[in-house]
């Protein structure tokens, strides 16, 4: 069973960043094609971000040039660089595979924004 693992959350100041990080120790995981979602109490997961295996990146709407997806593929992380963030953008962040969500969900990382 290929476990993901999410890091790199916190609580943070609005304007400020974090970078998330999703890693994995499955060795045939390639993380080529991978998302970042995120969730909050009562409301639906929603994609944040996902780049598929022809590298086509897709951002939710609420991102508005703010994160980057990126991949470290030597050290199988995949990242999410989140900047300007919003108190809206508190919520766990959860990484998986896109666009289909093989894995089994992490325990996400949790992203907590005040103002």
């Known amino acids: 069973q290929v476990q993901l693992v999410e890091s790199g959350g916190g609580l943070v100041q609005a304007g400020k960043s974090l970078r998330l990080s999703c890693s994995t120790s499955?060795?045939?995981?390639?993380?080529?094609?991978m998302g970042w979602w995120r969730q909050v109490p009562g409301r639906e997961r929603e994609l944040v971000a996902g780049?598929?295996?022809?590298?086509?990146?897709i951002y939710g709407d609420f991102v508005k040039g703010r994160f980057t997806i990126s991949r470290d593929s030597a050290k199988r992380t995949f990242f999410l660089q989140m900047s300007s963030l919003e108190p809206e953008d508190t919520a766990v962040y959860y990484c998986?595979?896109?666009?289909?969500?093989?894995?089994?969900w992490g325990q996400g990382t949790q992203v907590t924004v005040f103002s």
């Open positions: 780049k598929d295996r022809e590298g086509k990146i």
């Open positions: 998986n595979s896109y666009p289909s969500q093989l894995y089994t």
């Open positions: 499955e060795r045939t995981l390639t993380l080529n094609a």
